[in-house]
T-cell receptor
């Protein structure tokens, strides 16, 4: 049973426009959420995270929004650049902040930025 | 900062042999290390959590006698796949948690294991 779901296997966006990647979760114990970027045959690279006590976190071109009542989060990338083409994983962890929790990952969304 | 390395990056072995994969945090002390496995077109699945000096905690469905984890120091964890079989072929990725970014996990580049 997938506790973290990324329902779009792929997303194609034109360069310069906004990319919006979505993620839903079912476990209400999750309290920390992360987005990772991954290229084939490489480990994931951390992008941005958000604690459940917040509803928005911004870092440069990346913004993550969290809607706890809907158990939904999204990653916005604006403006999208060709180097953003990769697979993006949504991940979640439970327990109190700072706890050593393994991450539960979604299946990923392959973002393709078109010139 | 927060660099995690894995060795080897890929390995091919015969069925029945054992393979050891190393995970090192190069510039910080990792209080906890995690091992994940990723099958093609699937998400990363947590296999086990290891803390330095103590026994690893395995996720449900992961055989602890088959996947031996040793976390002897704050910078090194090893995963040994014992008596590997073709179904163990996968992409194994470790992550390390610690230092100032205590809530973030930094991932290694992964190890591609192919069992013939």
């Amino acid at each position: 049973d997938q506790q973290v779901k990324q329902n779009s296997p792929s997303l194609s966006v034109q360069e310069g426009r906004i990319s919006i990647l979505n993620c839903d979760y079912t476990n209400s114990m999750f309290d920390y959420f992360l987005w990772y970027k991954k290229y084939p045959a490489e480990g994931p690279t951390f992008l941005i995270s958000i604690s459940s006590i917040k509803d928005k976190n911004e870092d440069g071109r990346f913004t993550v929004f969290l809607n706890k009542s809907a158990k939904h989060l999204s990653l916005h990338i604006v403006p999208s650049q060709p180097g953003d083409s990769a697979v993006y994983f949504c991940a979640a962890s439970g327990g109190s902040g700072g706890g050593a929790d393994g991450l539960t990952f979604g299946k990923g969304t392959h973002l393709i930025i078109q010139p | 900062g927060a660099v995690v390395s894995q060795h080897p990056s890929w390995v091919i072995c015969k069925s029945g042999t054992s393979v050891k994969i190393e995970c090192r945090s190069l510039d910080f002390q990792a209080t906890t290390m995690f091992w994940y496995r990723q099958f093609p077109k699937q998400s990363l699945m947590l296999m086990a959590t290891s803390n330095e000096g103590s026994k690893a905690t395995y996720e449900q469905g992961v055989e602890k006698d088959k996947f031996l984890i040793n976390h002897a120091s704050l910078t090194l964890s090893t995963l040994t796949v014992t008596s590997a079989h073709p179904e163990d072929s996968s992409f194994y990725i470790c992550s390390a948690q610690g230092g100032l970014s205590y809530n973030e996990q930094f991932f290694g580049p992964g190890t591609r294991l192919t069992v013939l």
